[in-house]
């Protein structure tokens, strides 16, 4: 029941607090404007990515006992992730573009204090032998800090889409959850569902038409901390084939943005300049309206989740 207490508080704080912070970004201005290349008819509030982390952080408090240097670590690491996602978002508001590489060296920073943490991907078990392969430090921070950096960016380029990121997020979160109990793994899981609770709370004002945005903030915040979960449960004395798993929990943003990095690259244009390359742009050219491409892509990311979830219960 810890469990299920710890998703309704979560998601309480965020319903209740969401409608507050939505009135303060109007009266302070704090709203992402149409463009050109961007579907929304009008000013949309940039704030609830900061709803999500209150919700995450004040349930966690509550229910992540002990309350130590590791926890901690995550704490002022998400924190630096969300703050530069906030300057991103008051860039936009003011119709600018914020520079790419403070935001790339914050969050490097932050990747390397989870890796000093010891929340690592330190190896694989052989799954015909059963010996445990350790990786090299230098091949285990490497691995650990492209992880974190993979995850973070592919959950941010996702939000492009009334409900999209947020659901992407949502169903990742439930996926390692669901891993994390069949291991075993309780601050997994915990963690796991207040994220979960933070973000079914946020989709009640993100879905379609959305009366807010998660914006930079959020999505940094979600994808950092899906990355940790996924390293500090998933990875665990993973097999070569499970290792797979919480790429599958995230397979939809991870492999659309890779074909992305992929054009972009043969295209010589710069990986991180936007575009209408992303599967919802896709999907939404085809003649899908919104709602149709956001369930299409949930639909294809469950059954990804699905999948993951069979290959952890046939232990290979």
């Known amino acids: 029941m810890s469990y299920f207490y710890a998703f309704l508080i979560a998601y309480l704080i965020v319903y209740f607090i969401t409608p507050i912070l939505i009135k303060l970004a109007i009266r302070f201005d ?20 900061i709803g999500l982390l209150i919700a995450f952080f004040i349930s966690s408090f509550i229910f992540i006992k002990p309350i130590d240097k590791k926890f901690l670590c995550i704490l002022v690491s998400s924190l630096l992730v969300f703050f530069i996602g906030i300057v991103d ?7 600018k573009e914020f520079a790419v590489f403070p935001r790339l060296i914050i969050q490097i920073i932050a990747a390397l204090m989870i890796y000093h943490s010891e929340i690592v991907f330190k190896g694989f078990t052989n799954p015909w032998t059963n010996n445990y392969i350790e990786l090299p430090w230098e091949l285990s921070l490497l691995l650990s800090v ?23 997020s949502a169903i990742a979160s439930s996926n390692l959850f669901i ?7 309780t601050d997994s899981a915990m963690m796991s569902i207040l994220l979960l609770g933070s973000l079914v ?16 903030s959020g999505a940094n915040f979600s994808g950092f901390i899906l990355s940790i979960i996924a390293l500090e449960g998933a990875f665990k004395q993973a097999t070569i ?30 990986i991180y ?44």
């Not at 704090?30 to 990515?49: A, E, S, Y």
């Not at 978002?89 to 119709?95: E, F, I, L, N, V």
């Not at 709370?201 to 930079?216: C, E, Q, S, V, W």
């Open 30 to 49: 704090f709203v992402d404007k149409p463009t050109k290349r961007k579907n929304q008819k009008k000013p949309v509030p940039l704030v609830g990515g």
């Open 89 to 95: 978002d008051w860039y936009k508001t003011k119709g």
């Open 146 to 168: 492209l992880w974190i950096l993979g995850v973070t960016t592919v959950i941010n380029w996702s939000d492009g889409m009334d409900g999209l990121a947020g659901s992407l």
């Open 179 to 185: 891993v994390a109990l069949i291991k075993n793994q």
């Open 201 to 216: 709370g946020f989709l009640k004002y993100n879905k379609y038409p959305a009366k807010t945005y998660m914006g930079d």
């Open 241 to 270: 084939v499970s290792i797979v798993i919480p790429i599958l929990a995230l397979g939809v943003p991870i492999f659309d943005n890779l074909y992305v990095v992929v054009r972009r690259i043969i295209n010589f244009k710069p």
């Open 273 to 316: 300049e936007a575009d209408a390359s992303q599967i919802h742009h896709r999907l939404l050219s085809t003649g899908l309206n919104q709602k149709q491409v956001v369930i299409f892509i949930c639909l294809t990311s469950l059954c990804f989740s699905l999948c993951s979830i069979i290959i952890l219960l046939l232990k290979v």
